[in-house]
């Protein structure tokens, strides 16, 4: 079966200090590896989607990669405001509807 | 910016009632899918809309939930007889094709009390 799982499921930084959130995945066809942020009550914020191992996406203070069998989401000098729960996501080789397989997330609280 | 909204984003009800749940996707996606999400884990995928279509449904989506989406425009997810495992944030997204990405609304949050 199909799987995405995160680690660590929590993470608590101080502002500035570095870090990586790890996503591995199971699914033999990757047809994109899909990053979002999600803030309490709220629905998912779209941030990445990686296709091919190697490949590397920026914004702001973080930075996605992929290997061919996990993603990372690197945290460069975090800020306060970098809060909120990390997922990531693939599409199951099962199913060519476009449908995502989620993690169950990383929280990340970054303090002052 | 005309994203995905959500209608309710709050609902509260008793066990037994019917609750139904609107969204509005991008005007020009047509692809359209439905996910619930409990708290502490990742969204889970019910059911997906190709235009009007619906052509994949999830195991989850029990006989209780009915999902349409007239027109290939906004849809509806309804569950009846609600039960207290129902409660959960009801997540949509959007995607202009397959393997594009989803842009998802704010949820609409039920509780069954």
């Known amino acids: 079966e199909d799987q995405v799982t995160q680690s660590p499921e929590a993470l608590r930084l101080q502002e500035g200090e570095s870090s990586s959130l790890n996503c591995s995945y199971t699914?033999?066809?990757?047809?994109?590896l899909f990053w979002y942020r999600q803030d309490p009550g709220k629905g998912p914020e779209f941030l990445f989607t990686?296709?091919?191992a190697g490949e590397e996406k920026e914004k702001e203070r973080l930075k996605a990669t992929l290997t061919k069998k996990e993603s990372f989401l690197h945290i460069t000098a975090p800020k306060p405001e970098d809060s909120a729960t990390y997922l990531c996501?693939?599409?199951?080789?099962?199913?060519?509807?476009?449908?995502?397989?989620f993690g169950q997330g990383t929280t990340l609280q970054v303090k002052p | 910016d005309t994203g995905v909204s959500q209608d309710p984003r709050h609902k509260i009800t008793k066990r037994g009632q019917n609750v139904t749940f609107r969204c509005d996707p991008i005007?020009?996606?047509?692809?359209l899918y439905w996910y619930r999400q409990t708290l502490g884990q990742g969204p889970e995928f019910l059911t997906y809309?190709?235009?009007?279509?619906?052509?994949?449904k999830s195991r989850l989506l029990s006989d209780r939930f009915s999902a349409e989406r007239p027109k290939g425009s906004f849809s509806t997810l309804e569950i009846q007889r609600t039960e207290q495992g129902d409660s959960a944030m009801y997540l949509c997204?959007?995607?202009?094709?397959?393997?594009?990405?989803?842009?998802f609304g704010p949820g609409t949050r039920l509780l069954v009390l």
């Open positions: 997204a959007s995607s202009l094709d397959q393997g594009e990405t989803q842009y």
């Open positions: 699914v033999s066809g990757l047809r994109g």
């Open positions: 990686l296709y091919s």
């Open positions: 996501a693939v599409p199951p080789d099962s199913s060519n509807t476009g449908k995502l397989i």
């Open positions: 005007s020009e996606h047509n692809r």
């Open positions: 809309f190709q235009n009007e279509a619906q052509l994949e």
